[in-house]
């Protein structure tokens, strides 16, 4: 059983940076970041494995977002830069034992275990 405890949100103006910390207790193969607003469906936004730090990002948010993982931690880190109105959403933690597949890290059927969410909020 892996528990992810989030924190690290809160609103910030455009053009603005947040970092995101999710502590996870037990092993993990993968750590991923999502984020939904309500009455869409909830995106993949950044992944990493744990083993060799191999990371996928999301198109929207490449160059802008920084994923990390501290292994003496098992915290994964979500460095948010130049961030926009559009970042505005719920950010989920999650995390995967599944077998390693790079193509499917933001596909959210691979995460079994989720954190409580942490609110991003950019204004304009």
């Known amino acids: 059983q892996v528990q992810l405890v989030e924190s690290g949100g809160g609103s910030v103006q455009a053009g603005g940076s947040l970092r995101l910390s999710c502590a996870a207790s037990g092993y993990t193969r993968l750590l991923a970041w999502f984020r939904q607003v309500p009455g869409k469906e909830r995106e993949g936004v950044a992944g990493i494995y744990t083993d060799d730090g191999t990371t996928r990002y999301a198109s929207s948010v490449k160059g802008r977002f920084t994923i990390s993982h501290d292994t003496a931690q098992n915290t994964v880190y979500l460095q948010m830069n130049s961030l926009k109105p559009e970042d505005t959403a719920m950010y989920y933690c999650?995390?995967?034992?599944?077998?390693?597949?790079?193509?499917?890290?933001?596909?959210?059927?691979?995460?079994?275990?989720w954190g409580q969410g942490t609110q991003v909020t950019v204004s304009s």
């Open positions: 999650a995390a995967s034992t599944a077998d390693r597949n790079w193509w499917a890290t933001l596909f959210e059927n691979r995460y079994a275990y």
